[in-house]
T-cell receptor
Framework: ELKVEQNPLFLSMQEGKNYTIYCNYS?????LYWYRQDPGKSLESLFV?????AVKQEGRLMASLDTKARLSTLHITAAVHDLSATYFC?????????????FGTGTRLQVTL | DGGITQSPKYLFRKEGQNVTLSCEQN?????MYWYRQDPGQGLRLIYY???????QKGDIAEGYSVSREKKESFPLTVTSAQKNPTAFYLC????????????FGSGTRLTVV
């Protein structure tokens, strides 16, 4: 059974600081996604990582993937209050022509002034 | 604009009552999914469908039923057998191609009264 673990579960950080969210998964993955969720809202797609060593950046967020270690990271640079949200990683596995996402538990990020 | 429409946004269910959540997409996507989210937790897969007239159970299918009579529609019925249905329900779809991504609806919040 695929397990996806994120840590930390809750992160309170000051504006301007850097931090990293970690996503570990237990089996070989075809691709890995990062999503953002604001309270009461749906998921917003941030990144799709397709292969080992993939790195993607958008603004203050950068995601990377190490398939050998089964680890993805979401790095936050110089945090701002607008980044406060819950962040999920999700692992996508294609088996017998069926693909489905398995989500981590999420990391609730609170950026304080 | 293409997208996924979930309705209603809020739904209240009495004990012992069946309710149906609607999910419609005009993206011409092949696969559709239903996820459940409980407060402070990640998303868990209820059911998914790769093609019309075919669907598979996810990790927490007990107490739920689905149908896929049309490519655009994937309604979820929460039956009286689901003892704890209060949650946020998200529908998603995915195009069946090498370069695929998931699109999520805006969600339905179901509360038992």
């Amino acid at each position: 059974e695929l397990k996806v673990e994120q840590n930390p579960l809750f992160l309170s950080m000051q504006e301007g600081k850097n931090y990293t969210i970690y996503c570990n998964y237990s089996t070989t993955s075809d691709r890995l996604y990062w999503y953002r969720q604001d309270p009461g809202k749906s998921l917003e797609s941030l990144f799709v990582l397709l292969s080992n060593g993939a790195v993607k950046q958008e603004g203050r967020l950068m995601a990377s993937l190490d398939t050998k270690a089964r680890l993805s990271t979401l790095h936050i640079t110089a945090a701002v209050h607008d980044l406060s949200a819950t962040y999920f990683c999700a692992v996508d596995i294609l088996r017998h022509s069926a693909s489905k996402l398995t989500f981590g538990t999420g990391t609730r990020l609170q950026v304080t002034l | 604009d293409g997208g996924i429409t979930q309705s209603p946004k809020y739904l209240f269910r009495k004990e012992g009552q069946n309710v149906t959540l609607s999910c419609e997409q005009n993206l011409n996507h092949d696969a559709m999914y239903w996820y459940r989210q409980d407060p402070g937790q990640g998303l868990r897969l209820i059911y998914y469908s790769q093609i019309v007239n075919d669907f598979q159970k996810g990790d927490i299918a007990e107490g739920y039923s689905v149908s896929r009579e049309k490519k655009e529609s994937f309604p979820l019925t929460v039956t009286s057998a689901q003892k704890n249905p209060t949650a946020f329900y998200l529908c998603a779809s995915r195009v069946d191609s090498l370069d695929y991504g998931y699109t999520f609806g805006s969600g339905t919040r179901l509360t038992v009264v």
